[in-house]
């Protein structure tokens, strides 16, 4: 298979080229070239940018298929898809869950959920315009690709090379051991999907040929918060206590705390159909665990500093 790569030098992007290369694609690389140069070498790379629509790079080239991991605005996926759309077999857009609507939406939410109103190039993408950003771009898809078109939305991906720090967060708290400030309902359920099983599901549904929309959501058996940060400490072989601390005591968007609980229990039965495999939660922990070791454990871009962390201890923990 000749599949190209709309971005792949960065997270999630890294995963799905090494599974198609790992699988036997032919994979040919776009972006601007300026991260991951040392990645993957002899795979074609060719330059672009999608910021100023330069796109000619991609002009009288032809793919089975494309995977559009870096599509965020309706005009980058417009203009892709007026270059490739004679030049391609199937268009994969990784898309998101925060194109759905939440009224009425309860555990075990499928694809068919309701989707948000779309927004059109808004200036800043924010919660409020990225999801609706998210979905002008499927609608895109589909309309010029009809039943060539494929939609993944992935929930929370985790894995080694997560630039966000998100989870490496926790693993790295439970790893330190002690009394752990946990922000809202230990009980919240989380669904996180390593990038690898994300990966895969990708690779298959291109081999497959396989149209629709699919949640890429994990792990396979339910997790609460707490129940996360416990196992981050079994594999790391430390002790733990929770401490629930008020939401409003931490900055927003605290790494997999979610105030929305349905969002975090959506159905991956269609995914799970298509063959997305499972890597198990503790597979997943200890991979970060080393990763971030080996990185030498810089600064987190997620959470809060043990100077904070021990004052909200103080404050709420009796």
Do not use: N
């Not at 000749?2 to 032919?26: H, N, Q």
């Not at 140069?37 to 000619?56: T, W």
């Not at 690779?203 to 149209?211: G, Q």
């Amino acid at each position: 298979m000749r599949m190209l790569i709309l971005g792949g030098t960065a997270f999630v992007g890294r995963a799905i080229v090494t599974d198609a290369l790992a699988s036997g694609a032919e994979v040919t690389l776009f972006g601007r070239g300026r991260t991951g140069r040392e990645l993957f070498p002899g795979v074609r790379r060719l330059l672009g940018d999608r910021d100023s629509g330069d796109y000619a790079a991609l002009r009288g080239g032809e793919w089975d298929a494309v995977v559009d991991v870096s599509g965020y605005l309706l005009r980058q996926v417009r203009e892709a898809a007026d270059v490739l759309e004679g030049s391609v077999g199937r268009y994969l857009f990784i898309s998101s869950h925060a194109v759905y609507m939440r009224s009425g939406v309860g555990p075990g939410s499928d694809e068919d959920t309701p989707l948000r109103p779309p927004v059109v190039d808004p200036p800043v993408l924010d919660e409020d315009t990225y999801g609706p950003s998210k979905v002008a771009c499927e609608q895109e898809v589909r309309e010029r690709f009809g039943q060539r078109a494929t939609v993944v939305r992935p929930g929370k991906v985790v894995g080694p090379y997560d630039p966000s720090d998100t989870f490496a967060y926790w693993v790295r708290r439970a790893a330190r051991g002690g009394r752990v400030a946990v922000p809202g309902d230990p009980r919240q359920p989380v669904q996180v999907v390593d990038c690898r099983d994300l990966a895969r599901l990708v690779v298959r549904l291109l081999e497959d040929d396989r149209p629709g929309a699919f949640h890429a959501v994990g792990p396979k058996e339910p997790v609460t918060l707490g129940g996360l940060v416990e196992t981050c400490a079994r594999v790391a072989g430390s002790e733990v206590e929770l401490v629930p601390v008020p939401l409003d005591a931490v900055p927003p968007f605290f790494p997999l705390v979610r105030p929305y609980w349905p969002g975090q229990q959506r159905s991956a039965a269609r995914a799970r159909a298509a063959g997305m495999p499972s890597t198990p939660l503790e597979s997943t922990v200890a991979d970060v665990l080393a990763w971030d070791r080996e990185r030498g454990e810089p600064p987190l871009q997620s959470g809060i500093g043990a100077e904070e962390e021990q004052a909200l201890l103080d404050r709420y923990g009796a």
